[in-house]
């Protein structure tokens, strides 16, 4: 019997949804992060379940040929990677066995080919935004990190590989700058302190940036000083990145893990940032970013993304589209240059506002964008008449709600396009969809988030009799 904080031996055959290495002893499952497949492990036991046990990677015994020394200093300690020590082509090779096996468990799909993933040119400082939280150390200072891994403890940094130099430099200025104002960091456990994260946006493309300062209070430190010192930060931010457009100003007050409170407000600048992407016909297609926004972090492999999206739609002019989970328009008007008409939905008001502002700045006239819960407005449309040939789904984490698949499959489009980041719910909804006479017939893994061990996918299905 295993016993917990007992040492064993084990070998590890494959990678875990979080990029832990995966191995079996006295035929239970065990999760080593740090281990790579392929290698003999020594290993402390920290959780033993019936099922299963979490171990500690003690000892590497016969190592991985794809181990690598890791590129980021505190990489051992921060959560924000989990891969950054196996060889970057090796992550390619484990991502798409994980999206292989898990449409094999979970979608029962065992027929799907699943080409390679397509690969990062750029696999390091790729992230267009960072959001670092600050808090407290021992001696009372501000300190700004990254979470260790399943901990709130924050592990400082100098440089973050996968970010924009420029990006972390700003944000530990500012760090640095606000403490020597008074405007010190959150202690999560007393839930005293002001700033609690600082988040910077770029937009790649055009090199314009955004800065949010989350607090918890909406007045700044400092009494009458607090005037003069708040002109000071803002002074400071935009001489450290001359090219910051948009400095926000986020109140949270809430003792909450969520990191954006309600009430934003706008210091100095701009509203928006704008950034662009390139659609294959040659356009550039311009979009507006507001602060809660969401845009994918990696700009080049977006790009990857939609396009493999728009190869899945074979849009050739003459079609409907609807997208069902819009944002603020990036995939609806990424394939709105090829279709007759196309219909988004979101349930964020704001995100629908952007969507709209984003259509008439890139002069596409034949998009109809309506705020709501999508499975109401998509029945709504459908009892107006709209059928639809092609159904975009790109759903946050969870994947989507069977009513909202449901509503999808009442629609009869001919083609459904499922762009996902995660593979165990789109596994879960691709079993749902075969259920009802659908057929996965090409699947697409891209890499958007290299030395993590997130992957995302992009799936077609078509009804099995068509």
Sequence with gaps: MIQKNAIYECTISNLGHDGEGVGQLDGMTVFVPG???????QVQMIKVKSSYCVAKLVKVITPSSDRINPMCAVYSRCGGCQLQHGTYAAQQIWKR??????LQRIGKQVDIAVPPV???KQP???????????????SGKSVSGFYARNSHEIVPFDTCPIQKDQSAELVQEIVKICDRMGFGGYDE???????????VRLAE???QWMVILVTRTASWPGGKASAANQAKLLEMIRATVPHVVSIFQNVNTKATNVVLG???????????????????????????????AFYQVNTAQMEVLYGVARRFAALTGTETVVDAYCGIGTIALFLAQECSKIYGVEIVPQAIEDAKDNARRNDVKHAEFE????????????????????????????????????????????????????????????AWLSGRGWTLSEIQPVDLFPHTAHVEVVGLFVRANE
């Design 124 to 138: 390091w400082g790729y992230r267009n935004k960072v959001q670092v939280p600050v808090g407290i150390d021992a």
């Design 189 to 199: 456990a007393t839930d005293r302190g002001w700033l609690r994260h600082v988040i």
């Design 35 to 41: 281990a790579l497949p392929g290698e003999r492990v």
């Design 118 to 120: 397509l690969a990062a």
């Design 371 to 430: 705020v709501g819960d999508a499975p109401v407005i998509m029945a709504k449309w459908h009892e107006r008449g709209v059928k639809p040939d092609v159904i975009v789904l790109d759903p946050p984490r969870k994947g989507c709600a069977t009513e909202m698949l449901e509503s999808v499959d009442a629609m009869k489009p001919k083609r459904i396009v499922y762009v996902s980041c995660d593979i165990a719910t789109f596994s879960r909804d691709a």
């Design 97 to 102: 066995d994980r999206v292989v096996q898990t």
């Design 262 to 292: 309600e009430k934003m407000i706008l210091l100095w600048g701009k509203q928006q940032i704008v950034d662009e992407l390139s659609h294959p016909n040659g356009k550039k297609l311009k979009f507006a970013i507001s602060p809660h």
């Design 205 to 207: 493309r055009t090199n």
